[in-house]
């Protein structure tokens, strides 16, 4: 329980309607997609930099531990307080302060949804691509904090790739500004770089500089099925040899599409091993010449059906069953641990069959998902919190998993984050040094362990 | 209906991905997780897991929801949300009893059709003589909301009516918010129905469906209402029953699970699968028009016909069949927030969610909104109002009469 002359200096700093404390309420920010969960002390709802400045500086102060809160759509456990403290909820950061058009960038606070943004930013004919699958929910600070990719992330690469600069609230409650609205900045150290994907243990993202680019004028979208794995990864190199960049290159395994049909019937063929959705965008006369181009590699390689959409409808049928692939695995079982290892694309072959012999070995339902351009797998462990035999079998397969990934020259996670999850698989891929220079890092911007404790980095055998 | 502690498994289901947050109305206004699906949810499983009282705040919570059923539509498990939140508001009422004016409206008022008739007959009184205009500002803004009453209620006009006598029967449902505050909607749909060699049965001995009941949890009320409007169709013989109101029909075909398990199960199942919205009756009956008018028209989803029955094509055919210019509005399906009463008792949030709905409306330029149930109906007039604009407000089935009554431009019925 946090002192009654804390929660009132709270209340004093956002007023008091934005200082949450009733059982009621917090209960609501005890939770994240993970299954993890930790009720807190207080959730403080902030209106302005200012006031996060006073929060986090009398709770640097006190000792309390903050969790910065956007959507709550995150898939590493960012935004549980696991230590209890403060949630800093962000939702009243929702304002998108300025889209400036001569020169191809946003000014938002971090609290607008990104769905939201990328809606009022296509109305302009411009784009911003990182879309992460909670992009209806998720908040853009809270891509920042996490650095979050997408499907587009392969040729338009990842939410880092978009931020100019920010205004950020330190840990000891200083407010830092990085970047600006120019494409060229080398001055002094690239703060921006350490801190966007920094999930919240660094400071908290208030307000974003977003690059913008023209939104491009024509897609269109094919599917391309197996009967061999191998063919399809072959396929998916072959395509980028042909120096053609698609847009989306979504892989889906057998069992996804089992799934998928069982679900919403969108006739995927579930008995080959995999197909794989491609997309590919650019100006009118160039699209048709590079679907031509990916439909011949296809061929080339071995698919065994290929499929072109000609009209939108067809387009949306054929996205119908990767949209409904989430759905489908929810309504499957009641819980999902939804992993995003990630592999040099050469390798994407290998670790399918891995994480196929895992489910075998241990078990297991994992059908796989993936962004096949830049070897980001999502396999998708269907299970029941409350059955705790096949968790233990869960957490063996993750371990496993994990290894190969990092033996086959991949990494722990490619878009979502490590958060609570995967603490204890960083010093696998990190080493001492790696953690240690982190950890230096961290000390030298948090010293009292406030924000957002607990997560990325292992906890010290004594704090 | 189920209580609510058998709802344990669904309330496991939910995986917290946080879709609804971005469909729910309420939520795009309150920003607080407690103000949607997933808030929700969590309470409940807390409750039900003995960490959380009955709290008067946990009653707020529970409330403060339309039932418009996108967070469900959008639920990657597809968490019955709605059913959720009416089976731990019924848990309340059973543990807590009502709050005093939903007791008065659910026992007293909505019971019988004269009781609900005498209180608006009261409140034309008062606007007549202008004793409304004492209320305390903040009862006079929710008075406000409704619109204009006329002079008879439907009961009254339909004891001057002689209906068609045809082979061809269909029965109709009285709803008490069309019997009261739109009975031309009522005339239209005569009118249309004779015009298409209907005989159109309707048994005066129907009641309230008993929306509001089952909204809030007074589910022996609810049934004792539901069961008199089964034993009133019953005795007409008729193999559908009609209905003009959304809320009306998504309730009626909601008595099956009303009586689950119960011996008049058989009975109500029966009676639900005769239920049917008119503009779903009418969509395939209706010669197509090739001329446009000049009238544009919108449409607007009612929550408890768009996702409750599943039926969003059909008024649209109505529409078009009417030879008008139809112009679709953004979000046509998200709620209006009227809500039945919602509006009336969280009347700041219904109306943030309301002017994004008027704005949308606004954007097609259309002169009338069409919409198929009298609640929304009066939300969105009230809308228009407050917006200070001139659309008409019309169901599409006035929209249809209108055509077919209009000199020169009637497209000539054609019986199929």
Redo the contacts between chains.
Sequence with gaps: MLEKSFVHSLQQCVGRENVLT????I???????TPNHQIPEAVV?PGTIEEISQVVMLANQAGIPITPRG???NICGNSIPIKGGIVL?M??F?RIIEIDTANLCAVVQAGV?T?DFQRQVEALGLFYPPDPQ?S???MLGGNVATNAGGPRGFKYGVTRDYVLGFKMVLADGRILKMGGKTVKNVTGYDLTKLFVGSEGTLGIFTELILRLIPLPESKRTMLAVFDDLLDAARTVSGVIAAKIIPTTLEFMDREAMRLIEAYVPCGLPVDAAAAILIEVDGSERDVPVQIKQVEEVCRQFGAREIRIATTEAESNQIWAGRKAA??S???SA???YVEDVTVPRSKIPDIVKTITDLAAKYQLKIPILGHAGDGNMHPIILTDE?NHDEIKRVKLAIDEMFKAALELGGTLSGEHGIGLDKVKFMEWELGETGIDVMRKIKHALDPRNIMNSNKVLPAEAVE | MKPLHEFTEELYRCIRCGSCTAVCPIFSVEKREMSVARGRLRLVREHLAGNLDLTPKMRDYLDLCLGCRACVVSCPPQVPTDKIIRAARAHFAIKKGQPLVRHILLKNVLVKPKHFTLVLDSLKLARRTGVNRLLPKTLKTKEDILPQLPKNTFRELLKGIELKKSDKKVGFFLSCMDNNVYPQVLRAAINILEKLDYEVVIPTKVVCCGAAHDNYGDVENARKLAWQNIEAFSATGVDVILTDCATCGSTMQSYGELFQGKSEEAEALSFVSKVMDINQFLSDKLPSVSECAETTVTYHDPCHLVRYQNVREAPRKVLESAGVNFKEMAEADRCCGGGGTFNIFHYDISMKILDRKIENVKQTGASVLATSCPACRIQLEHGIKRHGLTIEVLHPIEVLEKSYLKEGGVPKIEIR
């Design positions: 009733d059982k009621e309420d209960i609501c920010y005890s939770y994240d997609p709802i959507g709550g759509s909820a939702h009243r929702d949804i769905a909670a209806s929910m998720s989430f759905s695995m929810a309504k009641p819980t999902l409350n």
